[in-house]
């Protein structure tokens, strides 16, 4: 069984006319549309539940102790590199990534796409060799990378990481559904958020992404925030078992003080309960540690190379590939600090330092082409920049009082409550405004 609650809304692109009408009759509630997340998980999960089955917890080695973490993580072999100058660095920073043999339409494309922001700046195009690599690891490899001198860990790549192919199979569902209703970014490719975020830099508050295309049911939405937030956690408890501590231990640090990925309950809800399928049935899990509080999710998404500003106690970034299928170049991740390219495969988690250059090589296909069909998507796990900062604003203005204990600071409301904050304001200054031409008048007519 590999259908997930609530309608899978796929790319307005790839729907007939009678199917987009279908898709709207079938996804009208009773309830009011609306873009705003509801807060929890959907009362009612389905029925015929199988609730903590022993067996499906082992087959996705849920029930490892830490020796046996400790042993899995030894045997994955490890490679060490030297990290390369920002001078030697292949690509260089702000540059597209092409693998050798990559079509000309696809520089063509990035020379003349539309961008989503007039600030941007076009990005040079370098195409590289996998000769050119350090190391090109196969899509079959699992493996630790590591720096020559120091044997620090930059990178960890897994495959086959969920060993349960249904739960996977409904992640990939869940994945697909969030990209097709959630706002894209200018990069070819899509990329949607979930969970929390700090808001737009005019206005910094922590809420859940309000990053949707149009309005949708309120069933629609809490059955699709359950499916996301189930993958989410269910990724984050096998990486506990697999990954090595020491990013695990980075990941916990970084958001220890903030609402884990709870389901949008702003740290009221203190462990998960999630829906898989598996075994020909629905199954629930509870009991599990909730994951970071943020993530995106990405379909034949490419980036220039670049670095982000992540926190210093946690700058990773977990991503697990759903789908790829995509028989031509591309969509490879790569490090650029150490020269080693990642090939893409199903059922891949990698995990990465955000903070360090790094980027994905561009699909080799026609971008042109508005109908493109390519199945590679998946979606990551982090903990946002000054995402703990606007969580400690957020919550004392809710109390009424800033760190000093003074007035509430304007920046951490929300858009639509500084609007009001405005047009109260506004409205109070004509009314003294008008106060004072009164007594003007009257001032007037007492001194004739």
């Known amino acids: 069984m590999d259908s997930i609650s609530g309608p899978l809304i796929p790319s307005k692109s790839l729907l007939s006319l009678d199917t987009r009408v279908s898709l709207k009759l079938s996804s009208t509630q009773s309830r009011p549309h609306t873009k705003i997340w509801p807060i929890g998980a959907p009362q009612t999960l389905g029925t015929d539940v199988v609730v903590n089955n022993p067996g499906l917890i082992k087959a996705l080695c849920l029930d490892w102790d830490l020796a046996t973490s400790e042993a899995f993580v030894a ?51 370098r195409y590289i060799a ?18 020559y001198h120091t044997h620090a860990i930059f990178a960890v790549i897994l495959r086959d990481f969920i060993e349960v ?8 569902k869940a994945s697909a559904q969030h990209i097709a209703i959630g706002r894209n970014k200018g990069d070819p490719g899509h990329m949607a958020q979930y969970g929390y975020t700090a808001g737009a830099r005019s206005a910094p508050n922590f809420a859940w992404a309000r990053n949707l295309d149009k309005k949708y049911s309120h069933d629609f939405l809490a059955s699709h925030n359950h499916e996301m937030m189930s ?14 501590a020491t990013i695990i231990a980075g990941f916990r640090a970084a958001c220890a003080d903030m609402p884990k990925g709870d389901w949008n309950t702003h740290g009221e809800l203190k462990e998960a309960r999630v829906s898989v399928d598996a075994f020909s049935g629905q199954h629930e899990i509870s009991g599990l540690e909730l994951g970071p509080p943020s993530g995106v999710c990405a379909g034949v998404y490419s980036r220039a190379c670049h670095f982000e500003v992540a926190p210093a106690d946690g700058p990773w970034v977990m991503s697990l590939t759903t789908n790829y299928d995509h028989l031509n170049l591309g969509g490879s991740f790569y490090s650029a600090k150490y020269g080693v390219m990642i090939k893409q495969a199903t059922n891949t988690l990698i995990v990465h330092k955000a903070t360090e250059w790094h ?17 590679h998507r998946g979606f990551s796990l982090l903990v946002q920049n000054k995402l703990q900062s606007t969580w400690n604003k957020t919550r004392l203005a809710r109390s009424g009082k800033n760190d000093v204990g003074g007035e509430v600071d304007s920046e951490v409301l929300s858009t639509k409550e500084q609007q009001l904050v405005v047009r109260v304001f506004n409205r109070n200054l004509f009314d003294l405004l008008l106060i004072m031409n009164l ?10």
């Open 359 to 375: 980027g994905t090589t561009v699909h080799d296909v026609d971008w042109f082409d508005k109908s493109l069909v390519v199945q």
């Open 439 to 448: 007594v003007g008048n009257c001032a007037e007519k007492v001194a004739s």
């Open 231 to 244: 993958a989410h956690t269910v990724v984050w408890n096998v990486a506990t078992k697999k990954v090595p």
């Open 130 to 147: 996998s000769s050119a690599w350090h190391k090109v690891i196969g899509p079959e490899e699992s493996v630790i990378l590591v720096d």
């Open 75 to 125: 045997k994955i072999p490890r490679y060490g590199f030297k990290a390369l100058s920002e001078e030697n660095m292949s690509p260089p920073k702000n540059t597209w990534a092409l693998e050798e043999g990559t079509s000309e339409l696809v520089e063509q494309y990035l020379t003349t796409k539309p961008s989503a922001d007039i600030r941007d700046k076009r990005y040079p195009i």
């Open 165 to 172: 192919p249904s739960v996977l199979s409904r992640f990939d």
